[in-house]
């Protein structure tokens, strides 16, 4: 049976490699997988024209386009396997955002939810080489914060689906191992 | 558009000061705000003459009580800004308690969850030089354990409500600091 | 009135001889108190000859018969005080998994949580002692990280319920602190 993982991690933690990665093994291994953004499924489903409207909408649309985008993914996942790549929590200037609100989990209904974690010194230092994002200047101790937090929220979202929790640390030069950690979940 | 505010913190975190100094400040800027203390209007909707009835009513009215409160203060928010007074989780006897349980938070339907923390040193050192209350003795190790308890509380608030959660750091001498974060929530 | 305590604990740290000593100080004190091990109560609220079938039953399925445990559970602590001897989070292979789900806690609502903690050290020494059973070998971190990780999960759990938290200590020669400090909560 196809399931539905949803893979999240903070900028650095290096996401978008084992997302990009797993996919390609899981495909050679035959066993059907697609990754999808749920940002981008909203935005397709939203209707709007332009990302930035979406935004601006009042927040009970906002809250409609999140379910349909959710209803949506788990449609997908009946006819294949589906990698959601999403957002633990994110910072916002008024706080952390849940990415994963109640309507949202219940909608989409997860197997596993993935923290994809590193070393906050490592994770610095990704963010120091990539020059091409401007990413805010965090402290170390800003990124172990980030991460313990979403552990928290993480594990709230197990209670109200029933998904495990699954914690892929992905340390510098041991891609592969985190690549077969995602992989090893279908 | 008016926002509700919940603004969390523990003994001795300063959160009274902050309060009371974001209202004002606030109001100044022609900010309409109002501030309350969510047990004070629990009591006031409960209809008991005396506040320690209210404890010992049975569990479903006390349930229905904090609903009433919930939804009066979401109606009060409909014409002006509300900071909402109270606590992220409680210490009791019988273990923590949810300052913010699910019938709450969805009829309150709060923007933003503040968590006003400290330095457990700090807090502590606030509550010995504090003679006016009697306040449980607790360890530096306690107090640490109680914010980060909260930190987990609040974001699973917030993946019921949408609302985010925002730390606002308190530091000896950096009072103005915190009450411009708060107030800049607005 | 008769409460519903659930009792959680990591292997190792000391749950079962607590619930045990608890049960009996209880007893002897004249509160009359129940134990039921939350698996129990499925497997013969199931229907199914095996235990391992349980497991290998559809979501749905599953998800049905923890309901109809949950309400038997309920239903027993009408008459009597019941601790619900059970997990608050579970490692599998495919990530944690949380021992109470939204559906058991509304079913069951319970009066209190309880965590009962040790020592990371002392937790290895005792799984490293006890070879009656085999034992998945953890670090002190990785065991550190499943204590956190559950404080984190049972608060969510008092969200939904109202239930308090209790954490417990059980440290190496002090069960005797530990065994008092369960029954008082009755």
């Known amino acids: 049976m196809s399931k539905i993982v949803i893979l999240t991690g903070i900028p650095g933690s290096g996401k978008t490699s084992i997302l990009t990665e797993s996919v390609a093994l899981l495909n050679r291994e035959r066993k059907k997988t697609v990754s ?3 940002g981008d499924v909203m935005f ?7 990302r930035d ?23 997908m996942a009946k006819k294949e396997n ?17 990415g994963l609100p109640e309507w949202v989990l219940k909608n989409i209904k997860p197997n596993v939810i993935v923290l994809v974690e590193a070393e906050p010194s490592e994770i610095k230092g990704r963010r120091d080489s990539d020059e091409s994002r401007k990413r805010d200047e ?6 172990d914060a980030h ?6 929220a993480a594990i709230s979202y197990c209670m109200l689906t029933g998904a495990t929790m699954k914690i892929i640390k992905n340390r510098d030069s041991y891609l592969l191992d985190a690549v077969k950690e995602l992989a090893g979940l279908f």
């Open 53 to 75: 409207e979406m935004r601006k909408l009042p927040q009970e649309k906002q809250i409609e386009n999140q379910k349909k985008a959710a209803e949506k993914i788990a449609r």
């Open 147 to 152: 991460q313990k937090l979403n552990r928290a």
């Open 44 to 50: 397709d489903t939203s209707g709007v024209a332009h």
């Open 138 to 143: 965090e402290s170390a101790d800003d990124i």
């Open 82 to 98: 589906v990698i959601v790549d999403t957002h633990c929590t994110i910072k916002t200037p008024s706080g952390y955002l849940c």
């Open 36 to 38: 999808v953004n749920f």
